[in-house]
């Protein structure tokens, strides 16, 4: 019964991420649009605008719908911080992605398809384990050590149990 509760909730939450994902790709998207075809900016600056005010708009989502825990107010800092962090190496895989396939000759308006589908499970993965974690096993924990612990590595020094 609980496996079955744990499988649900999971689902619900899936969902949830694709819609508050939704609500980040077409909010960036139209900034996107406004500075790049509007206003006439660099391909820089109008993917740095539009992903910033895409990014305000989903962390508020992700932390306070998707991935919502009480246990993570206590640690809003550190949650803060790991977002920052894994959406600074969003973004510029994000820019490297669209500026290769717009050298390559696809529009930038459909590289960022493309590099939303990339994202979708990479940021999925980050967010659910090491963002927002539902549990304090987490707590604390560098992304290298996160690896490495997922990949059960035994560090320097430490011998494996």
Known sequence: MAQKQTKHRRIIQFVQYM????????????AFFVFWSVLHWSLWWAKILADVIG???NYALQRFWVFSNPRLAE???EVT???AIITLVD????????????????TP??????????FTVWNYAWY????????QQLH???????????????????AKK
């Open 109 to 118: 308006y459909l590289g960022q398809f493309v590099s939303a589908g990339f």
């Open 128 to 135: 659910r384990w090491w963002v927002f974690p539902e549990t």
């Open 55 to 57: 990014w305000v708009v």
């Open 75 to 77: 640690h809003r800092i």
């Open 140 to 158: 604390g924990k560098s992304i290298r050590s996160l690896l490495l612990d997922a990949q059960n590595v035994p560090r320097r020094g430490k």
């Open 19 to 30: 819609v508050s994902g939704g609500v980040y790709f077409w909010t960036g998207y139209a």
């Open 91 to 106: 973004f510029l895989l994000d820019y490297v992605i669209v500026r290769e396939l717009k050298v390559a000759g696809l």
């Open 81 to 83: 911080k790991r977002y």
